[in-house]
C-alpha cells in the first residue's frame, strides 16, 4: 500500500534517474533530449465478481506501470510525427520495461526507468530520422511546434488508503448476486465490484513534479434474457463513485436488480425494428453519448496534426458548428455535479499540467480544441487534457464533458416541438431514446474508414403521432455521419444528467464524465443490429439446495 513517505522516496529516485539521463545521453553526432518526463502509475486495490451467492473471481489490482517521454531535437521540430496517433506499436522494444516494480523500491525503480529511458532514447533516433525521410517526400504539418514549453508546478496533494477490503468485497458481491434467484429465466447474471485507488508520480526536465492520486469505486450487475426469436437480450446497471460510501448498499441493490428484470421482460416481448430514418428526441444521457462520439473527439487536438485524420473541424474555429445558444465545455477541475460523481475529474493531467475547464463551442461557435503539449496550429498551450494509459502516448483527450442549452426547452414544450416535427416530416410515429450503452466512432480518413459514428441504445420506444402511445422496440443501433447529425439538433431540455464510463481511443482507456440534457433531432438514421438467433436451454436452472 502507497502512504507519503514511499511515494516522496520513489519521486525522489525518479528525479535523481532523470537528472542523470539528461546528462549522460549523448552520442555523438545525433541530436541529445532536450526534454524528459517520467510518469510513474501506481494502482492498488480489488475486483470480484459474484453469480447466484457464489464468487466465481476474486483477483488483486496491485501493479505499477511507467512511462517515459522522451524529446530530441527541439521544441519547434522534434521526431514526433501526425501527433503521434500512429504510435502505439506494441512490437516496439520499449513496451518491454513498462511494469515497475510493486515494492516501489529506489534502486528497482532507477533501475527501470534507466532501461525504458534507453529504449525511448534510441526509439527516438530512429524515429528523428524517419521523420527527415518523410518530409522529403510528403508536407508535414509545421505551422505550431511539436512540443510546447510548460512552466514547472510542484503539487503533492495527501495520499489515502483503500477504504474497504477484498473481503468486504467478496461479501459484497455475494450477498447482492443472491438476489438473482428469485429471477430464474434470467441468463448469466452476475454482480462485479471495483475498487482501485490510483497513485500518479510524475517529474520532468522541466522541474515539475506531481505527487496525485484518484479513487474509483464501481459495481456493474448485468443480466440476459433469449427472446422468443431468439436473439439474445442484455441490461445492465452501471455505478460509479469516488468514495466507498457513495456506493449503494447491497441490500439497495434489490430494487435495482427487479428493475433490470421488468427491463429484460419489456425487451424479449419488443418487437425488432425495421430501418427508420427520421425525428428522434434522445433523453440526457443517450444525448452526452451522442455528443461525446460527434464532436468531442474531433476536438481532441492531435487530430489536427495527423495526416490520416479527417479533421472535421480543423478551421472552423470562430465558426457555428451547432445551432445559436448551445454550449460545450470540457472541465476536468469538476468534480462533482448536483451531488453526483464526475469520473473525469483529476487535478492534473498526465503531461504534469493543472486540469483547466475548456469552453470549446461558445453560443453554437466553435471556440478551441482540447490539447496536450504537442503543439497545434493556433493554441498557444496546453489546456491540462493529456491523458494516457499503459504504453500510450499521451494526447488531448476529453474529461469531463458538458453539454447546455441557454434557453432550454421544458419537457412538456420539447415533446410538443418534437410532435411537431413528427407531423411536418409526415411520419407515423418518432423515436424517443432513453438510455444507451456506449458508442464508437470513426475520425480517420483513410481508405475504407469513414468518418461516421455509432451508438447503441439500450432504452428505445416508437411514439405514435397521433395518440402519443409508445411501443418499446430492440436490435438497432444509431448511426451518422457528424456534420449531419450536429446539424440536425433543433433544441436541448432542460433536464441535465450524469454519464460516467469508460473512453477508449488511440492513448488508452481513461475514466470520463459527461452531462447533457435532453436533445432534439430533427433526423437520425437507424440500422439493424446483426444478432445470432440461439436456442434455449434443453432444461431449465438446476435447483437450490
Avoid at 403521432?465 to 433543433?490: C, H, N
Wanted: with cysteine; hydrophobic share 35%.
Amino acid at each position: 500500500m502507497i502512504n507519503r513517505k514511499k511515494a516522496s522516496k520513489a519521486l525522489r529516485a525518479m528525479k535523481l534517474e532523470l537528472t542523470r539521463s539528461m546528462k549522460g545521453l549523448k552520442l555523438k553526432g545525433h541530436p541529445s533530449p532536450f526534454y524528459l518526463s517520467y510518469l510513474l502509475r501506481i494502482r492498488a486495490g480489488h475486483t470480484t465478481w459474484a453469480r447466484y451467492g457464489s464468487v466465481f473471481y476474486s483477483c488483486p489490482l496491485d501493479n505499477s506501470t511507467m512511462h517515459v517521454d522522451l524529446r530530441v531535437g527541439s521544441y519547434q521540430s522534434d521526431q514526433t510525427v501526425d501527433g503521434r496517433l500512429e504510435s502505439h506499436d506494441e512490437e516496439e522494444d520499449w513496451h518491454e520495461w513498462n511494469e515497475g516494480p510493486e515494492d516501489l523500491d529506489p534502486f528497482a525503480l532507477r533501475y527501470c526507468f534507466w532501461r525504458l529511458t534507453e529504449e525511448r532514447h534510441l526509439q527516438a533516433l530512429r524515429d528523428y530520422y524517419d521523420k527527415k525521410k518523410i518530409s522529403l517526400d510528403e508536407r508535414l504539418i509545421k505551422n505550431a511546434p511539436s512540443l510546447r514549453k510548460g512552466k514547472a508546478i510542484k503539487l503533492a496533494i495527501p495520499l489515502k488508503k483503500l477504504h474497504g477490503t477484498a473481503k468486504q468485497a467478496d461479501d459484497f458481491v455475494r450477498k447482492t448476486s443472491e438476489f438473482f434467484l428469485a429471477y430464474p429465466r434470467m441468463e448469466t447474471p452476475y454482480v462485479q465490484m471495483t475498487e482501485v485507488i490510483q497513485t500518479r508520480l510524475f517529474v520532468n526536465s522541466e522541474g515539475t513534479s506531481v505527487m496525485a492520486q484518484e479513487p474509483f469505486f464501481e459495481v456493474y450487475l448485468y443480466g440476459a434474457m433469449l427472446a422468443p426469436d431468439g436473439v439474445r437480450q442484455s441490461s445492465s446497471r452501471s455505478f460509479y463513485a469516488r468514495s466507498w460510501d457513495e456506493l449503494p448498499a447491497a441490500g439497495e441493490l434489490v430494487a435495482v436488480i427487479d428493475a433490470l428484470h421488468e427491463d429484460l421482460l419489456e425487451l424479449i416481448e419488443a418487437e425488432p425494428m425495421a430501418p427508420y430514418s427520421g425525428p428522434a428526441l434522445f433523453g440526457g444521457i443517450p444525448s452526452g453519448v451522442l455528443f461525446h462520439e460527434a464532436i468531442g473527439h474531433r476536438l481532441e487536438g492531435e487530430r489536427l496534426l495527423s495526416r490520416s485524420e479527417g479533421q472535421t473541424f480543423a478551421g472552423r474555429v470562430g465558426k457555428r458548428i451547432l445551432p445559436a445558444g448551445i454550449d460545450i465545455v470540457d472541465d476536468p477541475s469538476m468534480a462533482r455535479f448536483e451531488g453526483q460523481t464526475l469520473y473525469g475529474h483529476y487535478s492534473v493531467d498526465d503531461e504534469g499540467t493543472p486540469a483547466q475547464r475548456v469552453h470549446l463551442v461558445e453560443d453554437g461557435i466553435l471556440r478551441r480544441f482540447l490539447t496536450s503539449r504537442n503543439g497545434i496550429p493556433g493554441q498557444s498551450a496546453s489546456n491540462g487534457h493529456g491523458r494516457t494509459s499503459k504504453g500510450r502516448e499521451a494526447m488531448a483527450r476529453m474529461a469531463n464533458l458538458i453539454v447546455s442549452a441557454r434557453e432550454p426547452l421544458g419537457a412538456a414544450e420539447l415533446k410538443e416541438r418534437w410532435m411537431a416535427e413528427v407531423d411536418g416530416q409526415e411520419r407515423s410515429f418518432g423515436l424517443l431514446v432513453t438510455d444507451a450503452r456506449s458508442g464508437e466512432t470513426t475520425t480517420s480518413s483513410d481508405a475504407y474508414e469513414f468518418q461516421a459514428f455509432q451508438i447503441n441504445p439500450t432504452a428505445i420506444y416508437k411514439v405514435d403521432a397521433t395518440s402519443g402511445k409508445r411501443r418499446r422496440v430492440r436490435d438497432v443501433s444509431f448511426v451518422g455521419t457528424p456534420l449531419a447529425a450536429i446539424q440536425g439538433v433543433l433544441a436541448l431540455g432542460d433536464d441535465p444528467r450524469v454519464d460516467n464510463s469508460y473512453c477508449f481511443a488511440e492513448s488508452g482507456s481513461v475514466p470520463v464524465g459527461t452531462i447533457s440534457p435532453s436533445t432534439l433531432l430533427r433526423d437520425i438514421e437507424v440500422q439493424r443490429s446483426t444478432r445470432a438467433h440461439r436456442q434455449p436451454p434443453i432444461i431449465k436452472l438446476p435447483p437450490r439446495g
